[in-house]
């Protein structure tokens, strides 16, 4: 099947269709689509599916869309469906585009200040405890859709001096996982496909699509008999 990918990143269709390699995926700018969607949900659900029926809208085929960010339980699970357009504690969401690195800093700077601002103390997988979310819709029409959501599960670093890793993007280096003594961007691809966020999502999602385009097939079955 050939499926759209809500997303103008060409290094997350890499990872999808790692994971998905029975499909093929195009994202809008392989078609020369200018897809630049307002997200403007209260939940990565919403964004997510906002995303997906806004190009499903466009193509008319299959499409998957997910939204995706990091959420620090000490910051109330900031900061969640802003990760992309974070900016410290300071400034205003969005309020100017910042490089990774530089969000990366400020969110340990913020942390930082929070655990001395309230005096805390305890372990640093309790204090600087952090998850991703990725939340994925498949949008197969106008009455078909799929939708699931994943987490994982680490903390982040204290010091910016400390990120580690080449592999990944956005805050891997600063998150940290002590099961695997890894930061997320340390992980092998087939590490990170097994265990992260996206990775999970898209095995929940994988049986769903295969059970679409079963009925799909079906129906086309029947039509030609008749």
Partial sequence: MEIFLASGNAHKKIEIQELFPEHTFLIPKDRGITFDPEENGNSFFENSLIKAKELWEIVHQPVIADDSGICVSILHNRPGIFSARYCGKDAEIGSMPLSSGEQNRLLIEEINYTIRSQRLKGPAETLRRCFYVCSMVFYYNDFKYASVQETMEGYV??????????????????????????????????????????????????????LTEKSSEDRQIISNNY
């Avoid at 805050?171 to 890894?182: N, S």
């Fill in 157 to 210: 670093i204290s010091d910016i001096n400390q990120q580690r890793g080449k592999g990944g993007f956005g805050y891997d280096p600063i998150v940290f996982l002590p099961a695997y003594e890894k930061t997320v961007a340390e992980l092998t691809p087939d590490e990170k496909n097994r265990i992260s966020h996206r990775g999970k999502a898209c095995a929940l999602l994988k049986p769903l699509i295969q």
